[in-house]
């Protein structure tokens, strides 16, 4: 079982950036693939964007395209959602997910959808303001 901890949100005005971080712990060795979702009060949760582990790959929601960028550090195992350009409707709780599936049997064609992912953080709160 991994343990995820993010950091890095905070309240930002509108055309501003963030930086999240997610810190995995435990047994982290196959956990090819890691997203970060949000959730807004009142909105079902949203794939924002995902990231096969060596940087081979990465997804995005359509919304987020072109201001967010998903990376990682290989060294400490951590990923990172460095956000841009940020918007009112950015504002939600943030969470980093990990998936146990081998990157052979990961449904990239689903990525976005939570069940996909077997740990989470305990989530990070990003407020924009206009």
């Known amino acids: 079982q991994v343990q995820l901890v993010e950091s890095g949100g905070g309240s930002v005005q509108a055309g501003g950036s963030l930086r999240l971080s997610c810190t995995p712990s435990?047994?982290?060795?196959?956990?090819?693939?890691m997203a970060w979702f949000r959730q807004a009060p009142g909105k079902e949760r949203e794939g924002v964007a995902c990231?096969?582990?060596?940087?081979?790959?990465?997804y995005y929601a359509d919304s987020v395209k072109g201001r967010f960028t998903i990376s990682q550090d290989y060294a400490k195992n951590a990923v990172y959602l460095e956000m841009n350009s940020l918007k009112p409707e950015d504002t939600a709780m943030y969470y980093c997910?990990?998936?146990?599936?081998?990157?052979?049997?990961?449904?990239?064609?689903?990525?976005?959808?939570?069940?996909?992912?077997?740990?989470w953080g305990q989530g990070t709160q990003v407020t924009v303001s206009s």
């Open positions: 435990g047994d982290t060795a196959s956990n090819d693939y």
């Open positions: 997910a990990a998936s146990a599936a081998p990157w052979w049997s990961f449904p990239v064609g689903r990525w976005a959808q939570g069940d996909v992912y077997n740990s």
């Open positions: 990231i096969r582990m060596g940087g081979i790959s990465t």
